[in-house]
């Protein structure tokens, strides 16, 4: 069903879905690895790229298009492209991009393995990485060079919420012909959609918001142009870290409530930060429509929510945080994010454990930092939960 001039809440629902040969409602699941050939020449016709078809799973699949599809008309992008998690679509993008002598510029806010997989293997690969505070745009023009391929900024910025204008950002970027990515992994394009900012390719993990369930590890690329998504393709089929049927299919399925999710999450983060910033055991909140956020014009610039995560510090540091974490009944203390359960994490020796000291502390990620996921549950039941584990 087309729906491109469709509301979100109706993209949701709709988006990447077609009319079905036996009337299905839902897209069936094709657990198939390989597509039979009509003839030895339709074979030849389809990897000569002359027919149209599907010829093998790793190189493309109907329930993995429609989920893509969908996506893709989510964020207003060209095509999607999904992947086994999103350090497979993060992954897939560098090595798409660049090559040996080039350089990226990258927030010091980001997913610890994403900081880790520029340090380590693109390293090695001759890729070099300057990681800079991307929410003073100032930092990402000192830092461009003559060889800089790609800016890439997670905004907001895991842990810590920092905020980069995705506009100003894309205009540096296209000044020196090079490529803006942005992890919209902790808003989802209900609430942000880097591409309408002037970014070139957005990644996601889809294992958060667009999944929400906590039950699929999965990640996507979206580009805005065709040229940008063969690039893409040819990196992805060659080094294979694609999504399966099974994982779109529940993604797909997940979307479909991602307007309504987001909604409940970010009024339940919102109440949740309210009632953090006002109790005296807490020394500090960043959450991007608080106020006292440092970057809170940028965020109401570019998202059109607060959205669903919470990072902040107690007043005992680490050990009140460890208590706490300890404590809570309802909140469950695991890393990931974005799912209907809320969820509590310590940054320092978890989710960005790998980047070390001295990288967390170029990204304000502090030992004391302790991160929420808020879910769906009732806010009332949340905050009861959290207020005695503070006590
Ligand atoms: N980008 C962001 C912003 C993330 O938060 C994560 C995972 C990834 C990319 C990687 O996605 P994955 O490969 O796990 O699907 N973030 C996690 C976190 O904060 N806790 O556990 C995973």
């Known amino acids: 069903m087309s729906s491109e001039k469709a509301k979100f809440e109706t993209k949701c629902v709709h988006a990447g879905i077609e009319e079905d040969v036996y009337g299905a409602v839902v897209p069936p699941i094709y657990q198939t690895s390989t597509f039979k050939f009509k003839s030895a020449k339709h074979g030849a016709s389809l990897f000569a790229g002359e027919e149209k078809g599907h010829i093998y799973t790793r190189m493309s699949n109907p329930t993995i298009n429609a989920m893509e599809n969908a996506i893709a008309e989510l964020e207003g992008g060209y095509k999607a492209l999904g992947c086994g998690s999103g350090m497979a679509a993060i992954h897939t993008v560098f090595a798409a991009l660049t090559g040996c002598g080039d350089h990226v510029v990258c927030s010091t806010a980001v997913y610890g393995p994403t900081n880790t997989l520029l340090r380590d293997i693109f390293k090695r690969m001759g890729v070099e990485t300057t990681f800079a505070d991307t929410s003073n745009l100032s930092e ?28 100003k950002s894309a205009e540096i970027a296209h000044k020196s012909k090079a490529v803006l990515i942005v992890d919209n992994t902790f808003m989802s394009p209900a609430y ?39 690039k893409m393709r040819k990196t992805l089929n060659q080094t294979g870290g694609v999504i399966d049927p099974f994982n779109s299919f529940l993604v797909h399925r997940g979307i479909k409530t991602l307007s309504i999710r987001m909604e409940r999450h970010a009024e339940n983060a919102m109440k949740i930060a ?5 109790h005296p055991a807490v020394e500090s909140v960043s959450y991007p429509w608080l106020e006292s956020h440092p970057q809170y014009d940028m965020a109401k610039k570019q998202q059109t929510s607060g959205g669903g995560i919470i990072s902040f510090e107690l007043k ?7 208590k706490m974490m300890n404590t809570v009944k309802l909140c469950a203390l695991a890393v990931s994010l974005g799912g209907v359960e809320t969820l509590i994490q310590h940054p320092a020796s978890m989710t960005h454990f790998t980047m070390g000291q001295e990288a967390r502390k170029a990204a304000g990620i502090t030992e004391g930092l302790v991160r929420l996921s808020v879910g769906i549950e009732n806010v009332d039941d949340l905050i009861a939960d959290i207020n005695q584990a503070m006590e």
């Open 140 to 167: 990402i023009e000192a830092n461009i060079k003559k060889n800089t391929k790609i800016i890439y900024i997670e905004t907001p910025g895991n842990p810590t919420l920092a905020i980069t204008d995705i506009e």
């Open 192 to 230: 942000q959609r880097p591409l309408e900012f002037g970014a070139d390719v957005v990644v996601h993990s889809m294992t958060k918001f667009l999944n929400g369930h906590a039950d699929v590890v999965a990640g996507l690329i979206v580009v805005k142009e065709e040229e940008m998504y063969k």
């Open 274 to 278: 309210k009632f953090l910033e006002q």
């Open 316 to 322: 005992g540091g680490f050990a009140a945080g460890e």
